[in-house]
C-alpha cells in the first residue's frame, strides 16, 4: 500500500485546514491510520489515530476539540479537519497504517507506512 498525503499550507492563526490521506494498492479498511506530525529538531508525534470501522478515536490533548479524524473505507481516504489552528500547529503531518492492527495503535514504531508528510504553516 502506498499513501498520499495532501491538503496542507499556509493559514493564519484561528484559520482551518483540512488534510487527505489518499491510499492505493491495498484496501484500508482493515487497518488503523494515525495521524502524526514532526517540527525540525523533534520527534514525530501523534496527532490522532482512527480504528478500522471508525468507532474508537484517539486525539492527542494538544488537539482534542480542534482536530477531527475520519475516514472513508469506500474510497479508500483518511482525513484530518483542523479548526483554530495555533502558531503551535505548524508542522509537517504524515499519515500512516499499521499493517497489523484495525485498533487504536499509538506508537509511531508499529505503523508500517508512512505518506510523504505534508507542510501545515499557521501564522501568528
Known amino acids: 500500500v502506498q499513501l498520499q498525503a495532501s491538503g496542507g499550507g499556509v493559514v493564519q492563526a484561528g484559520g482551518s485546514l483540512r488534510l487527505s490521506c489518499a491510499a492505493s494498492g491495498r484496501r484500508l479498511r482493515p487497518y488503523v491510520i494515525g495521524w502524526f506530525r514532526q517540527t525540525p529538531g523533534q520527534e514525530r508525534n501523534v496527532v490522532a489515530v482512527i480504528n478500522n470501522n471508525g468507532d474508537r478515536i484517539y486525539y492527542a490533548d494538544s488537539v482534542k476539540g480542534r482536530f477531527t479524524i475520519s475516514r472513508s473505507n469506500a474510497n479508500n481516504m483518511a482525513y484530518l479537519q483542523m479548526n483554530s489552528l495555533k502558531p503551535e500547529d505548524t508542522a509537517v503531518y504524515y499519515c500512516?497504517?499499521?499493517?497489523?492492527?484495525?485498533?487504536?495503535?499509538?506508537?509511531?514504531?508499529?505503523?508500517?507506512?508512512w505518506g510523504q508528510g505534508t507542510l501545515v504553516t499557521v501564522s501568528s
Open positions: 500512516a497504517v499499521d499493517l497489523n492492527s484495525a485498533q487504536i495503535i499509538l506508537d509511531l514504531h508499529d505503523y508500517d507506512v
